[in-house]
Nanobody, 121 residues
């Protein structure tokens, strides 16, 4: 089991910046992907960004060039730096970790409680 505590959400004006942070604890053996997802009202949860244990990152097209995901192994955290925020970025943001176990091979998703990000003037 992996537990997450998220922080950093809030209200920001269009064009502004926020950094979300996710602190993980628990049994992280086999954890190999960390990420951020978001869910806007009336919409499905969508991937925002992920970072693999190799360091490879992926981003949704809508946030490329504006958002940056990073990790700190010593602190067991991963952050999402969000620049040039737009009203359409308004959503509840969830941090995620994927743990792979063997016997049988299986991936397990662990989620944070979510933090609200609102972009409005």
């Amino acid at each position: 089991q992996v537990q997450h505590v998220e922080s950093g959400g809030g209200l920001v004006q269009p064009g502004g910046s926020l950094t979300l942070s996710c602190a993980a604890s628990g049994n992280m053996l086999g954890l190999y992907i960390r990420g951020w997802y978001r869910q806007a009202p009336g919409k499905q949860r969508e991937l925002v960004a992920t970072i693999h244990s190799s360091g490879t990152t992926t981003y949704a097209d809508s946030v490329k060039g504006r958002f940056t995901i990073s990790r700190d192994y010593a602190k067991n955290t991963h952050d999402l730096r969000m620049n040039n925020l737009r009203p359409e970025d308004t959503a509840v943001y969830y941090c995620n970790a994927v743990v792979r176990t063997i016997g049988p091979l299986q991936d397990h998703d662990y989620w944070g409680q979510g933090t609200q990000v609102t972009v409005a003037s």
